[in-house]
């Protein structure tokens, strides 16, 4: 589930994260990805949604995986004719990724403070991926901090029990958000990805006039003070959390996927003689260099310095490369 305050840019990212990953791309915001077929559920702000999807479309490709809904669903009732017929179009087009936009608009007439109606929500999508395997990622409010009033997830709090992942978007000073893993039963906890949305002009060509939308953009971690990163939702009760472990698994993606980005669009096959794994690709030490350099642009040589070596022994330890010195080579090993 991925949440946060309205306006935040919470459907934005998860608009970029699905189109791109049903486009096929091995990385995506700085972290390793595999392809889906992606059902996405727009049932609210779908102008903004038909615009951006226009700039994912002319940044990224046609994505020919990536389908989309502009109506809302009732999924309040587990044996409804919506949800079986969701169900089969699920399965007939082998999708794996369902994106639900938002959790209001799929709840009809429902309270969702109520315990019966979110658990009539809940007990429908337990039937959508027992019947047809798929991954759900559903978009939810959060409500705005009033005065006295502490901000939090919207509606029953079944809901939040019941999901796998808890993600949150929210907004620094300036421009910067941060999508951070709450809860999750299987992931590490804390930041995942730094963003900010940039505005990009889009042509209607019905109309023959120019809009604008917003594209995310990634930020670099070493962009971010650890100092401004959100408390975990333990931390609203004063303690701090995982903010500084989930930094550091934050910022070791971002370095592999740098990796795997580098080793995609340069990589060479390794000679026999080095006898590694079959769908090890390499890139000389100095190009990975190069790529990790521009992680931290701000940096002076010696912190660079020390970061790549850093960032390169973390790697290493994990088997995810092999560091050939004598030939001045880096090898991907697959995962």
Known sequence: MLWGEPKIGKSALALSVAYQMAAGRGVVHGHSAEAQRVLYVVAEGQQDFRGRLMVLKARFGHASDFRCRDQAIDLRDADSADTKALIDDLRQQGTTLLVLDTVSRM????????????????????????????????????????????????????????????????????????????????????????????????????????????????????????????????????????????????RFNTIHAAVIRVVQEEGLSPPESRNLPAGTMGVTIDTINAALDRLCPGATNVNKRKRRQLALGALENAQAIVRDHDAGMIWLVPS
């Open 107 to 250: 709840l009809g007439a429902a309270d969702e403070n109520s315990s019966r109606d979110m658990g009539g929500f809940i007990r429908t999508l337990s039937r959508i991926i027992a019947e047809t395997g798929v991954a759900v990622l559903a978009i939810h409010h959060g409500r705005k901090a009033q005065s006295g009033d502490a901000e939090g997830l919207r509606g029953h709090g079944s809901l939040r029990a019941a999901a796998d992942t808890v993600v949150r978007v929210t907004k620094l000073p300036g421009d910067t958000r941060i999508a951070s893993v709450n809860e999750s039963r299987a992931a590490a906890g804390g930041p995942w990805i730094a963003f900010r949305l940039c505005a990009q002009p889009i042509n209607l060509e019905e109309d023959n006039a120019t809009a604008c939308s917003v594209i995310v953009a990634d930020i670099p971690w070493s962009d971010v003070p650890e100092s401004s990163l959100p408390r975990s939702d333990a931390g609203q009760n004063g303690r701090r959390g995982k903010g500084r472990d989930g930094q550091k698994e934050a």
